[in-house]
T-cell receptor, first 113, second 119 residues
Framework: GNSVTQMEGPVTLSEEAFLTINCTYTATGYPSLFWYVQYPGEGLQLLLKATKADDKGSNKGFEATYRKETTSFHLEKGSVQVSDSAVYFC????????????FGSGTRLSIRP | GAVVSQHPSRVICKSGTSVKIECRSLDFQATTMFWYRQFPKQSLMLMATSNEGSKATYEQGVEKDKFLINHASLTLSTLTVTSAHPEDSSFYIC???????????????FGPGTRLLVL
């Protein structure tokens, strides 16, 4: 079946450090891939997406590239800030009338000042 | 942006009692609402999809008589956990899609979640 695996947290970094959160997927076919972010006390928000192989999604300094050959969609940011502290969810969707979002388990990120 | 609220944010109840969780879209009309459940260190799992004015569609393995979902208006859906047991303790999250979301399934606006603890 379809699934998403992401690195376990928590991940703790110092401000301005480089961030990578790994995400790999298993899917029959070619899904669209997403990263969601959940800030403390708030609901999940769509952070970025990529709909086909080699697409790069980007937003707020975060980037992720859809790698079909490695079935991965790793999230990166060159210089993290304290305000990036949140839980990050990798997810996939097959677009169809019955499609639903399949989420990874989430990775908690904490940034030290 | 679109905001979805959930109430309560946290609830503790005794085994055998029923608990109602509300999900509201505050500044838009939600034609479809979703209920998810998340166990510690696990993924969000879709429990059911509800469309305003019609019966909810439950995912395989989710007991519809235990998890009652009502989507009576375009801004409110409720999840009632009936005869709760300790194994129902979990984090419940709702989300909503608006009329303008079209076919973009990822355009769901999520509530902050409700943590349920059944003693």
């Amino acid at each position: 079946g379809n699934s998403v695996t992401q690195m376990e947290g928590p991940v703790t970094l110092s401000e301005e450090a480089f961030l990578t959160i790994n995400c790999t997927y298993t899917a029959t076919g070619y899904p669209s891939l997403f990263w969601y972010v959940q800030y403390p006390g708030e609901g999940l928000q769509l952070l970025l997406k990529a709909t086909k192989a080699d697409d790069k999604g980007s937003n707020k300094g975060f980037e992720a590239t859809y790698r079909k050959e490695t079935t991965s969609f790793h999230l990166e940011k060159g210089s993290v800030q304290v305000s990036d502290s949140a839980v990050y969810f990798c997810a996939l969707i097959f677009y169809s009338s019955a499609s639903k979002i399949i989420f990874g388990s989430g990775t908690r990120l904490s940034i030290r000042p | 942006g679109a905001v979805v609220s959930q109430h309560p944010s946290r609830v503790i109840c005794k085994s055998g009692t029923s608990v109602k969780i509300e999900c509201r879209s505050l500044d838009f009309q939600a034609t479809t609402m979703f209920w998810y459940r998340q166990f510690p260190k696990q993924s969000l799992m879709l429990m059911a999809t509800s469309n305003e004015g019609s019966k909810a569609t439950y995912e395989q393995g989710v007991e519809k008589d235990k998890f009652l979902i009502n989507h009576a208006s375009l801004t409110l859906s409720t999840l009632t956990v009936t005869s709760a047991h300790p194994e129902d303790s979990s984090f419940y999250i709702c989300s909503a899609r608006s009329l303008s979301s079209g076919r973009l399934q990822e355009t769901q606006y999520f509530g902050p979640g409700t943590r349920l603890l059944v003693l």
